[in-house]
């Protein structure tokens, strides 16, 4: 940048300007880190999003992830950088939230424009049923997983299973 005796600037650009009206596009935005379906429940604290973007007239320059308890909120985390390279990102989440969790993916093409597209949500029970409702399962231990009952009684060699 040149600057004269009366201020006026001369700035000249080598940068490679990118004209492109349009925001990145999403292929598809999951719950659970699998590209063919979308998870609505889980048992772990482990949470993961799936997602496929594309931007064919400036390319994808930056994306991030977010997880909060409905569409677009970051209450659970904020936007967290990600490779574009990606199309997984995991995290652990240290306590269960009652409600659904959403994740956010934000995504900024070289033009500067940006999308932000949300999961349909995810529902978390460590326990492994929804416990809103009582219910008795009888099965051998190839049929339940016990892991994560409490509880356990065996009665003439089958689990008992009150939850
Ligand atoms: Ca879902």
Not at 78 to 83: E, S
Not at 117 to 138: N, P, Y
Not at 145 to 152: E, I
Request: hydrophobic share 35%.
């Amino acid at each position: 940048m040149a600057v004269n005796g009366a201020g006026l600037r001369t700035v000249s650009h080598s940068e490679q300007i990118y004209i492109d009206l349009t925001p990145p596009e999403f292929e598809y935005v999951y719950d659970g880190d699998s590209s063919d379906f979308d998870i609505q429940f889980q048992t772990s604290l482990n949470i993961s999003m799936a997602w496929s973007v594309k931007d064919p007239e400036s390319g994808i320059q930056e994306c991030s992830w977010a997880i909060g308890l409905s569409p677009m909120d970051t209450s659970l985390q904020d936007y967290t950088q990600i490779a574009i390279t990606e199309n997984v990102a995991s995290t652990v989440i240290s306590s269960t939230p009652y409600d659904r969790i959403f994740s956010t993916m934000r995504c900024t093409n070289a033009a500067g424009r940006t999308a932000s597209i949300s999961t349909d949500g995810l529902k978390i029970s460590l326990v492994g049923v929804d416990t809103s409702f009582s219910e008795t399962v009888v099965g051998s231990t190839s049929d339940v997983n016990f892991a994560s009952f409490t509880g356990l009684n065996l009665e003439d060699g089958q689990y008992k299973v009150t939850v």
